[in-house]
């Protein structure tokens, strides 16, 4: 038999190995637990159970950025500790660190202005900007972008404090290819008709609008067509700043699309009294395959020499003239299809074939959001213009008719973009004039496209989008996550801006942010997991080395 001695030995070899075992264990999961916490934040690893997905990162955040290379520095004025503890900042902050993650060619670093407030002076506009711990920089070589963190989310209106979906992705996409695409194309906006973009308010009042040409990837510039001047504005994030080009200089280059919303005045012609004529402008204007786009509503006085001119690219604008000359404009009402009482707030019908459905067909691919057109006039096709047809050999289903016209050489035909429903109807001072029908509902939006050949190789064409409603483009409808408009704008823009890159992106609101929007059931079955399983496991070990020190002896 084994004497006390021995087994005393033996009980204390075991005993210290138990204790040796169970600071080992101890050590290495505080060890495997920092190094994992060190490589989580490293790598960007965790489970993002908000329902939104705010904190991933879009397979179509990854595409817009996939081809910069460009070297990119994202920069935040604080610490991370202040990011990640910031509900708000850490969205943002998440959002580049993915951003980093995806591309190689974009950096992410904090600088902390609280102790060093000249490290970003460099990005400040001018000697009255002010740079916050709460903003935004995004660089690349000599151009950059400041953002405030108030610019990253959609409010319901500008004084309001709670936002109701985050839009960070979006921004600092378009940011990264702003800063990155030096030779970008010019958006013309014309600004001497009455149109509302003629001081620091109206830019303010029309930033939504802005925002969504920059996003696409243009820079703006406001023109003056009579005397070829112009004005570049240019967003810093918070503001836009203006700076008018040098006398001399071509408002025309790079320019590649051309605004004209809510005119109130009439473009020149030469007519005896003008010899300016700005319809010969934006006529040679479109000659170099451009683009225009025209916005108008039922409130836009007539305006002849353009809508003249507009007719030419068949789009004609419903107006009713009564017996004693007097020209009213047509307001289309659909009590059936109306987001508002009063049936004016139009629900747009997507077109299915031809040109114009193809610049919504991304978004027809899963159920297409409402697209709304506010007091909108309607669009006839010119009378010069005959119908087409277009006869699929293989599949009737796939046929449509367009209305095309051919002067000189030169090929136009126009579609539909967007249409009533057969339910709608045109009122003039309150009375019905015309009714809607299945077979010819009233046009919302349309496009023209004029084929030509460019180096008489290659075929290239210019483009109009015509629209009668200028509340289209509101504030409220391009910044809602619940309508379409500003989808079918960024549509628009790349189809008719070729090779332009656009950060097609949507907000993500907050409809329910923490993981208390599981139900009952789910909660219930998650804490006995996470209650039962460990303990069952400590269980188990501590089972199995009790057993091996009893047979050990």
């Known amino acids: 038999m084994e004497n006390n001695s021995s087994l005393h030995s033996r009980k204390f070899k075991y005993g210290s190995l138990a204790v040796l075992m169970t600071c080992v264990i101890i050590a290495a999961v505080i060890l495997v637990n920092v190094l994992f916490t060190a490589l989580a934040s490293k790598f960007l690893w965790y489970t993002d159970l908000t329902s939104e997905s705010l904190y991933t990162l879009s397979d179509a955040a990854v595409d817009a950025i996939k081809d ?4 990119v520095d994202i920069i935040f004025c604080d610490n991370p500790d202040a990011l990640m503890s910031n509900s708000t900042q850490r969205y943002v902050y998440e959002t580049a660190l993915g951003l980093e993650k995806a591309n190689k060619k974009v950096h992410v670093s904090t600088v902390d202005i609280w102790r060093n407030p000249t490290a970003v002076n460099k990005y400040k506009a001018n000697s009255k900007s002010k740079i916050y711990s709460t903003s935004i920089i995004v660089a690349s ?21 709670t936002p109701w979906s985050y839009n960070g992705e979006k921004k600092l996409c378009a940011a990264i290819l702003a800063v990155t695409k030096a030779e970008a194309p010019v958006c ?33 510039r406001l ?19 203006s700076t008018e080009l040098a006398p001399g200089s071509d408002i025309f280059a790079d320019a590649r699309l051309m ?7 009439d473009f020149l012609v030469k007519d005896g009294i003008s010899d300016i004529s700005e319809i010969e402008k934006l006529d040679k204007f479109l000659d170099g395959t451009n683009a225009l786009m025209v916005f108008v509503s039922p409130s836009t006085p007539k305006l002849p020499n353009l809508e003249e001119y507009l007719e030419e690219w068949g789009v004609t604008f419903n107006r009713t003239t009564n017996a004693l000359g007097v020209t009213n404009s047509n307001v289309i009402r659909d009590l059936q299809n109306s987001v508002t009482a009063n049936g004016l707030g139009i629900v747009g019908s997507y077109t299915s074939k031809g040109l114009g459905a193809s610049i919504h067909s991304d978004m027809r691919t899963t159920y297409p959001p409402k697209v709304i057109f506010p007091e909108c006039m309607g669009i006839s096709y010119a009378k010069n213009y005959y119908m087409t047809n277009y006869e699929d050999e293989n599949d009737s289903s796939k ?11 030169v090929p136009r035909a ?15 001072n309150g009375l019905v004039v015309n009714t809607a029908t299945a077979l010819d509902p009233f046009k919302l939006m349309t496009i023209t496209r004029e084929s030509r050949m460019a180096d008489n190789t290659t075929e290239d064409y210019s483009y109009v989008l015509a629209c009668g409603s200028v509340e289209f483009l509101q504030k409220s409808l391009l910044q809602s996550n619940t309508y379409g408009n500003s989808d079918v704008m960024l549509s628009a823009l790349r189809a008719v801006g070729k090779e332009l890159a656009i950060a097609n992106l949507t907000h993500k609101p907050f409809a329910s942010t923490k993981i208390e929007n599981i139900t009952t059931a789910e909660a219930n079955r998650y804490t006995a997991i996470l209650v039962i399983v460990p303990a069952v496991a400590a269980i188990g070990v501590g089972v ?10």
């Open 399 to 409: 046929n449509f008719s367009y209305y095309t016209y051919y002067s000189n050489g």
């Open 259 to 265: 605004l004209i919303y809510d005119p109130q005045d």
């Open 188 to 220: 013309l906006i014309t600004y001497t008709h009455g149109e509302p973009f003629v001081g620091a308010s109206d830019l303010a009042a029309n930033s939504a609008l802005l925002e969504l040409l920059t996003d696409a990837g243009y820079r703006l």
């Open 223 to 241: 023109a003056n067509l009579t005397n070829d001047s112009g004005i570049d504005i240019k967003s810093t994030g918070s503001e836009y700043q």
């Open 141 to 161: 070589g000599t151009e950059f972008r400041v953002y405030t963190l108030r610019s990253m989310f959609v409010f319901n209106s500008d004084t309001d404090d």
């Open 544 to 553: 199995y080395v009790l057993v091996r020190r009893k047979y050990s002896r």
């Open 68 to 71: 910069i290379e460009q070297d």
């Open 414 to 428: 126009i579609y539909d973009v967007f249409t009533s429903s057969s339910t709608a109807e045109e009122l003039v």
